[in-house]
């Protein structure tokens, strides 16, 4: 019977997704759980499995469509049907050699070689070949920048050629400004590259690049779809919540002497000990002593949630993403451990599932890992408050009226005012902190 492919919803408030890339297409057979297609969202870019095993019998969605959660993409055929439904795409060769037996039969084309004859030729039975084995989207890209598809090698399925492969070759005539002008005037296409000698910017532009009003030498590059909608997110957020921050310093030096101690030892176990990872379970056990701050909003309601799930802020080159860990609060030290490095190294491998971006009660986000004092953070709608974490670096302070140098660190609570006050906010500080700078090692 066959099967519906869904866009899926991954997170609360993402509504939609953009295809980004099918790794498969029409009359592929594929297994269950094999990577599909890839989506991204302002939450994650991921590669979506397929939900069965069989054939890839139809797609409703192509490659740069924006579609709603819920919607269904493709359909899946059942996998009795891969024998009949590979060979269809077969049987659609034969009609392959009409367009050699059309070429004879326009007159026109013996004209063609006045101008070119043998590279008019390869366009007119190459050309048209390469373009079944390349997306919507590349042959946009290519007709924009004047870009002739045969001349690329592909590296998709069966030489298909992909969207960084086209992007790969804009950027290396990119490289050869010079000689890509040059010839550019032999192949027609002098209109485009060689008028602007003198302008700043010669060559043809990336796909995410575009023209603008800015300065000679200024780049003007198109918004990606994963940052366009943070930027709307982190709108909403602003205008919804009302943000109060509080921030409280840490001194580490009990923590820094247990990670010393362990960190061997959990490096045997497969985890990695870290100062995020004390601070993690320091949080959860404060999100249970302070259950307010484990909630969310839903319109004029309030709701207390019974797990505890928090999400982890990941910073990626492309944006950034939030994996949720699941009950946190029933995982001991290791266990937080290795879930942190698990889903940050899927996370940058784009092999998250839906369900590992949704559910989130709570959210920590570790701008010190880049250096930063403290940061204020935008809560993550529809949760109500935000962790931040400072570098944790060595410097003076007072203990017992004497000057000392310890390992310390800030950690901002960025929380909704319209659900959490002020001394419910530091009450909760205050249990992290406390459990950081008193940390029993028998508990590790």
Do not use: C
Request: aromatic share 4%; no cysteine; net charge neutral.
């Amino acid at each position: 019977m066959p099967t519906d492919v869904v866009m899926p919803q991954m997170g609360e408030s993402i509504a939609e997704g953009t295809i980004v890339r099918w790794i498969k297409k029409v009359g592929d057979a594929v297994d269950r759980d094999e990577p599909l297609f890839e989506i991204s969202t302002d939450k994650v870019d991921a590669e979506i499995p397929s939900p069965a095993a069989g054939v890839v019998s139809e797609i409703r969605a192509k490659e740069g469509d924006t579609v709603p959660v819920n919607s269904v993409v493709a359909i899946i055929g059942a996998a009795g049907d891969v024998k009949a439904a590979l060979p269809l795409p077969a049987s659609p060769k034969p009609p392959a050699p009409a367009p050699a037996a059309k070429a004879p039969a326009p007159p026109a084309a013996p004209v063609k070689p006045q101008t070119n004859g043998g590279a008019a030729q390869h366009a007119e039975s190459g050309a048209d070949a390469l373009r079944e084995r390349s997306s919507p989207l590349v042959r946009k890209i290519a007709k924009e920048h004047n870009v002739d598809i045969s001349q690329i090698p592909g590296s998709g399925i069966a030489g298909r050629v992909t969207k960084d492969d086209i992007l790969g070759f804009i950027g290396s005539a990119s490289a050869a400004s010079a000689p890509s002008a040059a010839s550019a005037g032999q192949t027609g296409q002098v209109g485009k590259t060689q008028p602007p000698v003198a302008a700043p910017r010669v060559v043809p532009m990336p796909a995410d690049r575009v023209r603008g009003t800015g300065a000679p030498g200024d780049e003007i590059v198109k918004m990606s779809v994963m940052r366009k909608k943070i930027a709307g997110h982190m709108i909403v957020s602003r205008r919804t919540s009302a943000h109060v921050h509080s921030v409280f310093e840490v001194n580490f030096a009990r923590v820094a002497q247990i990670r010393e101690a362990k960190k061997a030892e959990f490096e045997r176990a497969g985890a990695k000990l870290t100062y995020l990872s004390f601070i993690l379970k320091a949080a959860v056990d404060a999100l249970r002593a302070v259950p307010v701050v484990n909630a969310s909003v839903d319109g004029d309601t309030v709701i207390y949630h019974k797990d505890v799930n928090v999400g982890i802020a990941v910073a990626l080159d492309w944006g950034l993403i939030v994996p949720v860990i699941k009950q946190a609060d029933e995982r001991n030290l290791i266990g937080l451990s290795r879930a942190l490095s698990d889903l940050a190294s899927r996370a940058r491998s784009k092999q998250l599932k839906p369900e590992e971006v949704s559910g989130g009660t709570f959210t920590i986000t570790n701008p010190g890992v880049f250096g930063a004092l403290f940061g204020m953070p935008i809560i993550n709608q529809p949760q109500v408050a935000i962790l931040g974490v400072g570098n944790v670096e060595k410097r003076p302070v007072v203990i017992d009226d004497a000057i000392a140098i310890r390992p310390m660190g800030y950690l901002t609570l960025g929380y909704d005012h319209r659900i959490i006050d002020g001394a419910v906010a530091d009450e909760f500080m205050s249990h992290v902190k406390r459990a950081l700078e008193n940390w029993d090692p028998a508990t590790v």
